[in-house]
């Protein structure tokens, strides 16, 4: 475990973006793709290209015909994504998950659901309860994650703030003296 922490702390996103960026065939997405990182999962995010539409198809007709290319991208591109998955899940000790956008559609596949511990009060498992009895969500834990992706959205811009001083302190962390 310790190993792994390790690994993950010796390269920061800018590595991590620049070997995948070396590594994933030129010929894989329609542009660069999106890498997303945490301690435990790293998500890379493509564009694939739009199929062909009559002009007048309907937003629906697009969203299938986008969704079905995805589909058709990810059948396709199976063992190509997994020989880099495998080769970066032992240099970084993390998982490799993919996703692909297309239009508007974007779908994550192989994406990792890691549990988080929790102690909560009283009150705040009467508000994961009520979202149970609402029909909102089938389980506590599935409350919770609904919870954190309504904050995720309505505190989208805070959070990106957030994280980009996050960044900035592990920048001037990582230039600082070596801890002996």
């Known amino acids: ?13 800018d590595e991590l973006s620049g070997w995948f960026a070396g590594r994933i ?6 542009g660069p793709p999106t890498i997303t990182a945490d ?3 790293i998500l890379i995010v493509g564009v694939v290209a739009e199929p062909e539409l009559p002009a007048d198809a309907s937003a629906a007709a697009r969203n299938a015909a986008r969704s079905a290319r995805i589909s058709r991208f990810r059948d396709e591109t199976r063992e190509r994504r997994i020989g880099v998955a495998a080769e970066a ?6 998982k490799v998950s993919w996703g692909a956008r297309c239009g508007e559609v974007e779908e994550h596949f192989t994406t990792l659901g890691v549990p988080v511990m929790t102690r909560l009060r009283l009150g705040d498992r009467a508000v994961l309860d009520t ?10 834990s599935e409350a919770l994650a609904w919870c954190v992706r309504l904050v ?10 957030l994280r980009e001083a996050l960044s900035a302190v592990e920048k001037v962390r990582s230039e600082g003296p070596a801890a002996g």
């Open 89 to 94: 899940e032992r240099l970084f000790g993390r």
């Open 1 to 13: 475990m310790r190993a792994q922490q390790e690994a993950q702390a010796s390269f920061t996103d």
């Open 25 to 30: 065939p030129d010929d894989l997405f329609s």
């Open 131 to 140: 979202l149970i009895d609402a029909g909102v969500a089938r389980s506590r």
């Open 39 to 41: 301690r435990d999962e």
């Open 152 to 161: 995720s959205r309505h505190q989208d811009e805070w959070i990106k703030s």
